[in-house]
């Protein structure tokens, strides 16, 4: 199915146009207009804008990015939408180019068949569905799958893997037209894209219209308590345009007769979250999970304002810290290198002005990414074997969330004596002791 922008959801709500042009007036669930700003991390380039070298010259486009939170409902939620065809249409992150992702998704479509119960010739339709990988796992199962996502380089990669895969945003519509042409899901699944999505009623109205009546919807996202726990600002950027609490969600889900009724943590992309989302008509009741959950956030004081006050604090003391780490090993002649060329990474070193002055380059597995330069801070980025025979003193971790697998790939430089250093939950040395923070909630919290 070509991509037909007719399908791409309305934007939700009026722009404001001028210089503040995509400014959010209305909150995305509630559609209440207390909207409280409490961060802001200046102008920022497209995420994963990356540079090939013709282009560093050329003005880059740069939109606010500050976050609010949603003083009626709780959803916190960018303050600026940016329109995602300038963000999708090429799209650049690859899950499959992370051995922790593609065990994750393993593990994933083996738990749901299990779970679900799922047999040959059910359909399991994943929104957002990247290059295939995660419905690669599931045609093992010789479950249906069909794919859906905007993004016309996945989508060709994700056909020429045998997943056949519609070239469009989801919506209501795009529900509509795959109930109608492949009948109704019995399991749809959308990780790290719900927080991508503006119109999350249009949305709901398609899972509602697309989901058998046994049907679940599982979706997988980076956990709001989690972020601002572990400071993990840099996961704040225009592709995600909320940041999820059980509480808001609750209640989008039954404005469209959909009930949430599990939520489990997952270690992925600094703690997420996974829910499960079946039709309210199925009668099914919330696990205990959800209420341990939904109490959680209430003792973390999400419903109000201080604990967003905080974080905003934290994270003005943790850039402070950061920059002055990297600029004492300058001044004592040391070098700096990234790895990593994530969008979490562009985010840190534009919101801290670092530069190529701090950071010499960047190493990353991605090919397409390497031999370009990074967005707004135009630090080169090479292949990773860069630094089997180069020793700088210090490799800042971009990509936090794979630190396991970067620092294994990383044994021979740090036994060379090189220096991995992480910014989160706060500058320091990866595998030097940190002070304990506050427990997390855990698998046995469920
Ligand atoms: P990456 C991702 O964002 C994707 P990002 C997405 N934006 C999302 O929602 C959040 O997480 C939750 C490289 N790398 O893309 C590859 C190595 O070089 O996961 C990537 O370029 N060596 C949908 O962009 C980058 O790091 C390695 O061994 O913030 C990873 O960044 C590995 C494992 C990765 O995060
Ligand atoms: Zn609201």
Not at 212 to 235: H, K, S
Request: glycine letters at 6%.
């Amino acid at each position: 199915m070509r991509a037909d922008t007719s399908q791409q959801p309305p934007t939700s709500r009026t722009d404001e146009r001028g210089p503040d042009q995509y400014r959010v007036t209305a909150c995305r669930i509630c559609g209440g207009n207390a909207l409280r700003e409490f961060l802001s991390l200046g102008t920022m380039p497209i995420p994963n804008g990356f540079l090939a070298r013709a282009e560093l010259h050329h003005q880059e486009p740069r939109y606010p990015l500050s976050v609010t939170v949603c003083t009626s409902c709780w959803l916190v939620q960018l303050r600026h939408v940016i329109p995602p065809e300038l963000m999708f249409r090429n799209y650049l992150y690859i899950p499959s180019t992370s051995r922790t992702m593609l065990q994750h998704f393993a593990r994933f479509a083996d738990e749901m068949v299990r779970r679900h119960g799922l047999a040959r010739e059910d359909l399991v339709v994943d929104i957002g569905s990247n290059d295939g990988t995660l419905l690669r796992f599931f045609r093992e199962y010789e479950v249906r799958v069909l794919g859906i996502d905007p993004a016309e380089n996945l989508a060709q990669v994700a056909r020429l893997q045998g997943v056949e895969t519609l070239e469009t945003y989801f919506s209501s519509k795009v529900a509509a037209h795959v109930r109608q042409q492949y009948g109704r899901a019995r399991l749809i699944t959308a990780t790290n894209v719900l927080a991508h999505i503006d119109t999350l009623h249009d949305a709901c109205d398609g899972i509602r219209t697309l989901l058998a009546p046994d049907g679940a919807c599982v979706c997988e996202f980076p956990y709001l308590p989690n972020i601002l726990e572990q400071n993990e600002f840099d996961t704040i950027y225009h592709e995600h345009l909320s940041y999820f609490s059980l509480q808001p969600l609750i209640r989008l889900f039954n404005d469209h007769g959909l009930t949430l009724v599990d939520a489990e943590p997952l270690s992925v992309h600094g703690g997420s979250l996974r829910i499960t989302v079946t039709q309210a008509s199925a009668r099914r009741a919330p696990s205990p999970a959800v209420s341990r959950f939904l109490n959680d956030e209430q003792r973390r004081g999400l419903p109000t304002l201080p604990p967003y006050e905080a974080f905003a604090r934290r994270v003005a003391a943790i850039q402070t810290q950061l920059v002055a780490r990297l600029q004492d090993v300058r001044a004592r002649g040391g070098r700096v290198v990234g790895y990593g060329a994530s969008a979490k990474g562009n985010v840190l070193l534009n919101s801290c002005r670092i530069g190529p002055d701090l950071i010499e380059y960047i190493v990353d597995s991605i090919p397409y990414k390497q031999g370009r330069y990074t967005p707004g801070t135009h630090i080169p980025i090479f292949p990773e074997k860069r630094l089997e025979n180069d020793t700088p003193e210090c490799v800042l971790l971009l990509a936090w969330n794979f630190t396991d697998e970067i620092q294994a790939k990383l044994s021979g430089y740090l036994d060379r004596g090189g220096q991995l250093i992480t910014h989160v939950p706060t500058p320091h040395r990866v595998g030097a002791r940190l002070p304990s923070p506050a427990p997390a909630m855990t698998a046995t919290d469920r």
